[in-house]
């Protein structure tokens, strides 16, 4: 499974080494590819994160309102998104994205042969074998393959034509062996370019990283940060610098690459959609006003009309005089008693004749 997700990078990585002859070339431009392909996607992304952090001010009398009723906040800061047309985890995602490649990115480093030069499980043994039967020992397990591609490129001549897909791979770049973890040469300092370099790596990454939120957080329109978000700021680079010492100084090339694509992309997407979305609202404000003022104008010539030719008001018809009825108990009087007499009152029932 690995492999086959790897495939796609590997191939990659392998063109740009066959084009340039340099491994941190080869990681550099790898790199710049992946943030081509993934713009667009990353474009949707920053418009709504562009959207959001200029809805700052109205998620914070939001915030006031509804400040007992933290619910009702919910639906109505989710109406407030809906409306805009704002989806709050679309940056989240794509922002996440350079994690799993450098994930890939790290197979592919430290597994070369069958990862990078994608030989099978049964060439290398073979491949191990002749390095083993020429003299080669492994030293760290977990980067045995990198051992052994060193062992293969210091004894080309032994192995050249050998193995269908094997590479003489030259891991130096700018004096610095892409191979090496940062951690080791701290054990075992020496003031040296190679080893300085290698231990600048992580470092300067870091710091880029950090860079890099600040260009984000402020090209977002978002200024000023909450407490959550500026422990996020801080623990991204820290994270970066921690995974750059344990890891081979490729990756560390590789995340540096990002971070400055990165910065270069959100400071430009950041003022290309600021500008427009500007525009946008300046356009929406003044269909607002011409409507305004189209209403009012109709309510002027509406009441100038009714003053210059008021209708006529309707004559009600006269009332007519209520008739006043009986009461019932004279009606009905028969004598002392007020209700005696009935519907069916007949004066000489009662009469003995």
Excluded at 245 to 257: D, K, R
Excluded at 298 to 321: F, G, I, T
Aim: a positive charge; aromatic letters at 10%; hydrophobic letters at 40%.
């Amino acid at each position: 499974m690995i492999r086959l997700v790897t495939a796609p990078f590997a191939w990659l990585m392998r063109l740009f080494y066959s084009l340039t002859g340099s491994y941190g070339v080869a990681l550099i431009l790898f790199t710049l590819a992946v943030k081509l392909v993934m713009l667009p996607f990353q474009m949707k992304s920053k418009k709504s994160m562009v959207r959001m952090g200029r809805l700052a001010d109205k998620q914070k009398e939001l915030e006031k309102k509804y400040a007992n009723n933290k619910m009702k906040y919910q639906e109505e800061l989710q109406k407030l998104y809906t409306e805009e047309g704002i989806n709050p985890m679309g940056g989240c995602l794509w922002s996440m994205i350079p994690l799993p490649i450098m994930i890939f990115l790290y197979y592919i480093i430290r597994m070369p042969i069958t990862h990078f030069m994608r030989l099978s499980d049964t060439a290398y043994e073979e491949v191990k074998t002749l390095a083993l039967s020429m003299g080669h020992t492994i030293g760290n397990v977990g980067y045995e393959q990198i051992g052994m591609t060193r062992f293969i490129s210091e004894h080309w001549s032994s192995f050249e034509g050998k193995f269908d897909g094997l590479l003489n791979v030259n891991f130096d770049f700018l004096g610095l062996d892409l191979t090496a973890v940062p951690m080791d040469f701290i054990k075992n300092f020496e003031a040296t370019w190679p080893v300085i370099g290698v231990l600048a790596i992580p470092v300067i990454s870091g710091a880029l990283s950090y860079l890099m939120t600040k260009v984000t957080s402020s090209s977002n329109g978002q200024q000023q940060q909450q407490a959550s978000m500026k422990g996020i700021m801080l623990m991204m680079p820290l994270m970066s610098v921690y995974i750059g010492f344990i890891l081979p100084a490729a990756l560390g090339v590789y995340w540096l690459a990002n971070s400055i694509f990165s910065i270069l992309q959100e400071a430009t997407l950041g003022k290309y959609f600021n500008k427009k979305i500007q525009a946008e609202e300046d356009e929406r404000e003044a269909k607002r006003a011409a409507a305004r003022q189209l209403r009012m104008e109709e309510a002027k010539r509406q009441a100038l009309e009714e003053k210059e030719h008021p209708k006529p008001k309707k004559k009600l018809p006269p009332k007519q005089p209520e008739k006043k009825k009986n009461p019932t108990n004279e009606a009905g009087r028969v004598g002392e008693r007020p209700y005696a007499r009935g519907r069916s009152y007949v004066a000489d029932r009662y009469d003995e004749n």
